[in-house]
């Protein structure tokens, strides 16, 4: 249920802030910053299993652009567990069976999910929006379940060096909540994070990426697929009734790509993906094209006494593969299955923070690693040559039995770890 400020008076206590202005405070057994996949999932969790969850989100609805949209066989299964697949499901999405891209050698797949043992062999695109709505809908039904729009977390709020809640802005003005655990969940720019000096090591991945959208036709083709040629890699998603376009560009070069013009954009699309060329006049202007600047990173240490850091506040992913969104949702079950009977007691001590990341840190690397070689290998020269180098005759032997073909399909799919729903 959305905050109900009927609830906070009868449970005020009150509290003086760093400027002596006084505010209400509200107290929940687990204060959750960020509402997107890790936070909404994570309070979902929790309430099912009877702790009173504050999920505070900043903005007033979920109707960003170009967000992860992807749900791969991971989250699936972890919906299924739940008994929400089949009702998820049934909210618009597309379904991708094969990742595959087109270069002027010829065309090539990724990755083959189909033969992956699960009853979801496949990637689902459905706008993150949708998702988070079913998932906040469905965290409603149990009454300890809270969730505040348009509450922007501004700062933590401290004890003895212990987080104990946090100071947030709504509407109507300035308002803290004491909880036992606060769960940093607000994304890649986390303030969260940021507030309690948490550190992050960083690379510098060689990509950006330009995001936009173009009309699709019913006689186009229905899987996504990753086009590079000529100094361009360009990769299509369908959308249903549009496709959404990745142009992918050397780092920082997103300056001079808006500097050479619009047409100039409008025809290095057309040259790339030839099946797309008479639409590009449907980019009006350099407003309908958003750019992502790559980040990966990670914290050396995703905690502190009172404090988590989960999904992209914790490890902020490239998108190659689309995993991130997924990653966070895995990183919101390790927690629930870990920190749920401690917080039931109220005792959530820093060992409990230190074993979830202990679970989680290792899958993280390893995905940002084979991220990082993407990178190098495929991404980088792609964008600069228009050619992915040819692996040397050692390593296509090693490639050609099956079991090795099929890694990158069950990597992208399930990741290096997966994390199953306790009951």
Same mark, same amino acid.
């Given at each position: ?8 008076? @009868? ?44 999920? $505070?989100?900043?903005h ?6 170009? @967000? ?35 270069t ?5 797949t ?17 706008p ?22 348009n ?40 303030r969260? @994070?940021?507030?309690?000096g948490?550190?992050v #090591?960083?690379?510098?991945?060689p ?8 009309? @699709? ?8 697929? %990753? ?14 009734d ?18 050479? %013009? ?18 590009? %006049? ?9 750019l ?34 997924? $990653?966070?949702?895995?990183d ?36 940002? %690693?084979?991220?990082?070689l ?13 050619? #992915? ?9 090693l490639?050609?039995p ?9 990597i ?12």
């Amino acid at each position: 249920m959305t905050f109900d400020a009927q609830e906070a008076v @009868r449970q005020r206590t009150w509290a003086q802030g760093p400027s002596g202005e006084i505010h209400d405070v509200r107290h929940a057994t687990c204060c959750i910053a960020g509402c997107g996949p890790a936070g909404a999932m994570l309070g979902l969790l929790l309430a099912r299993k009877g702790v009173d969850v504050l999920v $505070l989100e900043k903005h007033g609805d979920f109707l960003r652009d170009f @967000r992860g949209d992807t749900i791969h066989p991971s989250t699936m299964e972890i919906m299924d567990e739940l008994g929400l697949a089949d009702r998820l499901l049934r909210l618009q999405h597309t379904k991708a069976s094969q990742l595959r891209f087109r270069t002027p050698r010829g065309g090539a797949t990724l990755a083959d999910f189909r033969r992956l043992k699960t009853r979801f062999p496949y990637l689902a695109f459905m706008p993150q929006w949708d998702f988070l709505d079913f998932v906040t809908e469905e965290a409603e039904r149990y009454p300890n379940f809270h969730l505040a729009m348009n509450a922007e977390v501004r700062e933590l709020v401290e004890e003895d060096g212990v987080v104990t809640g946090v100071r947030y802005e709504a509407p109507d003005g300035t308002h803290e909540v004491w909880a036992p655990l606060t769960v940093a969940a607000d994304g890649r720019d986390s303030r969260v @994070r940021e507030q309690a000096g948490l550190e992050v #090591i960083g690379t510098a991945p060689p990509i950006d990426v330009l995001w936009f959208r173009l009309s @699709r036709r019913e006689d186009d083709p229905e899987e996504p697929t %990753g086009y590079i040629g000529g100094g361009r890699f360009l990769v299509l998603i369908n959308r249903g009734d549009y496709w959404q376009l990745g142009y992918v560009l050397p780092k920082g070069a997103d300056r001079q790509v808006r500097a050479a %013009g619009l047409e100039s954009f409008r025809r290095s699309i057309g040259e790339a993906v030839p099946e797309v060329a008479d639409r590009t %006049g449907e980019i009006e202007d350099w407003e309908q094209v958003k750019l992502l600047s790559v980040q990966v990173n990670r914290l050396k240490r995703w905690y502190r006494p009172g404090l988590l850091c989960i999904g992209d506040a914790a490890h902020a992913m490239s998108p190659v593969g689309g995993v991130g969104i997924n $990653l966070a949702i895995q990183d919101a079950v390790a927690v629930a299955n870990a920190l749920s009977g401690p917080l039931r007691e109220g005792k959530v001590e820093p060992r409990y923070l230190k074993a979830v990341q202990r679970r989680r840190d290792l899958p993280i690397r390893v995905i940002q %690693g084979l991220q990082a070689l993407a990178h190098r290998r495929v991404l980088a020269p792609a964008v600069s040559t228009g050619i #992915i180098p040819s692996p040397p005759a050692p390593v296509k032997a090693l490639l050609r039995p099956r079991v090795v073909r099929d890694l990158p399909a069950r990597i992208i799919a399930f990741g290096i770890w997966p994390v199953h729903v306790k009951c």
